[in-house]
């Protein structure tokens, strides 16, 4: 859970790349751009502006209700 805390502060290393890498993966797979580069950009912005933490606030509530 500390590890996942870290990436969602944005808290630099490896933790973060490898999330940024897998996340940039499953946008491209999912046509949200033809880009593999913009996909990481897109990623590291989720994470950088607090919207993939607000979405696992917003999952975490759900599955305890």
Do not use: C, Y
């Not at 500390?2 to 490896?14: C, E, F, Q, R, T």
């Not at 940039?24 to 989720?46: C, I, N, Y």
């Amino acid at each position: 859970a500390a590890i996942v805390h870290d990436v969602l502060a944005s808290k630099p290393g490896a933790a973060r790349e490898i999330v940024v890498v897998n996340a940039a993966a499953a946008l491209w797979t999912a046509g949200k751009t033809d880009d593999t580069h913009a996909a990481a950009q897109l990623a590291r912005e989720a994470i950088d502006s607090g919207a993939a933490s607000e979405l696992l606030a917003k999952l975490v509530a759900m599955t305890n209700a």
